[in-house]
């Protein structure tokens, strides 16, 4: 692989074998930790050692089979029965770790409609286990090949709708690259593809408070696979926009994307869309298709999850001086903290979500967008 086209890898799997890389400990420390059981795939996720949807999705349903083949090596199953209970129980707890994240849901539900079809006919507990672990297996041989597809999707967009195609930036948040996917990312993704060919001067990206998820990954991932960049503060993005016409469009990922293309993705999103549409600058949501969640009709459905205070009062990083990890406080005792993980962009601020079937752009004269009839095509 040229150094170009090099990527981070953040899912090492073999069958009955997960490791994950801990985010929480980048960009000081690159440290792998194995995965051996549903709980250990859901600490990480809930933990966020493990984070973006995609990933998450991932490392649940591998977790899971894992989990599922170190039991069946050992004998623990001793009914087709058994061994279906035991993933359908799995699956479901699982689907606790991130409530809003769309990804983890829609591969649970695949894979527990796998699961009773397979057990009608399955002649052995094995017969049942292999069946998810290979559905599982599949997904992460997928996840890479749709993110290649919304990068190359999204790089068409782009240029074609660009009014200085010789001279575009671009600004994104959080982090939606090969750490938050099996590989290559979703507007990360997009970014790549638009260095690999030419297109790209610079790339901006947001510190993303509270958790830091821009300058701790993303600059790292930037870095890593020499992506011209500079890193900015999230309360920063106005005045970039204002000061530096060449940044053409913000392209952000998705943790849930509603039918009329209400989208809830990491807070500070929402305010990047409306200084986007201030600006006239394109607003981009990369997602595969297993973040749309056609049963949720707008933003209004979408639950956001609460996250522990602790995330917005207390800085982690390593200490100049001597390169030791330390966490920090830095507001005051007994002060109030509203912290949600996601806020929602309305339709009417977004100009296309790039997904691996192609680039969806609202019907003239509409505010929202008409994802059905554009995945029933």
């Known amino acids: 692989m040229s150094n170009s086209e090099k990527t981070l890898e953040a899912i090492k799997y073999t069958r009955g ?57 050992k004998g623990e199953f001793s009914t087709v029965q058994e061994a279906s209970e035991f993933l359908q129980t799995s699956l479901e707890y699982l689907k606790t770790s991130r409530p809003t994240a769309v990804n983890l849901f829609d591969a649970a539900a695949k894979l527990s409609e796998l699961i009773s079809i397979t057990e009608k006919t399955a002649k052995s507990p094995a017969d049942v286990i292999n069946a998810y672990i290979e559905a599982a297996e599949q997904m992460l041989v997928d996840d890479v090949k749709d993110n290649k597809n919304i990068g190359k999707y999204g790089a068409q967009y782009i240029v074609e709708n660009a009014q200085d195609k010789e001279n575009i930036c671009v600004l994104t948040h959080c982090n939606t690259g090969s750490l938050a996917t099996a590989g290559w990312g979703t507007a990360l993704g997009i970014i790549r593809d638009l260095k690999l060919n030419g297109n790209l001067n610079h790339a901006y990206c947001t510190e993303t408070r509270p958790y830091n998820q821009g300058s701790r990954l993303t600059a790292y991932e930037l870095v890593y696979e020499d992506i011209p960049a500079t890193l900015i ?94 966490t920090i406080r830095t507001a005051a005792e007994k002060i109030g903290v509203w912290n949600p993980s996601f806020d929602v962009t309305p339709s009417s601020l977004i100009s296309a979500i790039v997904t691996e079937r192609g680039a969806i752009v609202k019907n003239p004269g509409q505010e929202e967008f008409d994802i059905a009839s554009f995945l029933a095509q």
Do not use: W
């Open 17 to 73: 074998s997960l490791c994950i890389l801990n985010q929480l400990v980048l960009p000081h420390e690159t440290v792998f930790e194995d995965v051996f059981t549903v709980q250990d795939g859901h600490a990480a996720i809930k933990t966020m050692k493990t984070r973006g949807a995609p990933a998450i999705a991932i490392v649940a349903a591998l977790s899971l089979a894992v989990d599922a083949n170190t039991r069946l090596e």
């Open 233 to 326: 503060c999230d309360s920063m993005a106005s005045a970039l926009l204002r000061q530096n016409p060449q940044v053409q469009a913000i392209i952000v990922g998705a943790d849930r994307v509603a039918a009329n293309g209400d989208t809830a993705n990491k807070i500070g999103t929402y305010q990047l869309a409306i200084t986007a549409k201030h600006h006239g600058i394109m607003f981009i949501v990369a997602a595969p298709v297993t973040s749309i969640d056609l049963s949720t009709k707008s933003g209004k459905d979408i639950v956001i999850e609460q996250r522990p205070a602790e995330e917005l009062v207390t800085v982690a990083g390593i200490r100049v001086q001597d390169n030791e990890p330390t």
